[in-house]
C-alpha cells in the first residue's frame, strides 16, 4: 500500500504566507511526477504546481511568481511554498503523485486534502 499525507493547511492573512508538505510512504520504488491541486466546492479539481524527478517544475499562471513548489526525494516528499497569499487561493489543496511501487507497478495516487483559507 501506498499513502500521501499532507501537512500545512491552515488559517492566514492576506499576503501571508503557509507551506504545505505531503509525504508519501509504503512500497515505493520510485516516484516520478508530483504536484498540487486544489479544489473549491462546485469547481474541478485545478493543477497548481507540478514537479519532476528531476526538479522541472510547472505552475499555472496564477500562482507564478508566488508559489514554489520542491521535493526532496530522499524522503519522498514534495513541498508548496505559498506567499503572498490571496482570498481567491482559498481552496482544499491535494497532494498528487505517480509512484512505481515495488513490485507492482506505475500507479497514480492522491492525498486526503488540506484545507487552506486566506482572509481578506
Known amino acids: 500500500q501506498v499513502q500521501l499525507v499532507e501537512s500545512g493547511g491552515g488559517l492566514v492573512q492576506a499576503g501571508g504566507s503557509l507551506r504545505l508538505s505531503c509525504a508519501a510512504s509504503?512500497?515505493?520504488?520510485?516516484?516520478?511526477?508530483m504536484g498540487w491541486y486544489r479544489q473549491v466546492p462546485g469547481k474541478q479539481r485545478e493543477l497548481v504546481a507540478t514537479?519532476?524527478?528531476?526538479?522541472?517544475?510547472n505552475y499555472t499562471d496564477s500562482v507564478k511568481g508566488r508559489f514554489a513548489i520542491s521535493r526532496d526525494n530522499a524522503k519522498n516528499t514534495v513541498y508548496l511554498q505559498m506567499n503572498s497569499l490571496k482570498p481567491e487561493d482559498t481552496a482544499v489543496y491535494y497532494c498528487?503523485?505517480?509512484?512505481?511501487?515495488?513490485?507492482?507497478?506505475?500507479?497514480?495516487?492522491w492525498g486526503q486534502g488540506t484545507q487552506v483559507t486566506v482572509s481578506s
Open positions: 498528487n503523485a505517480d509512484i512505481w511501487r515495488t513490485g507492482w507497478g506505475l500507479y497514480n495516487y
Open positions: 509504503g512500497t515505493i520504488f520510485s516516484i516520478n511526477a
Open positions: 514537479i519532476t524527478s528531476g526538479g522541472s517544475t
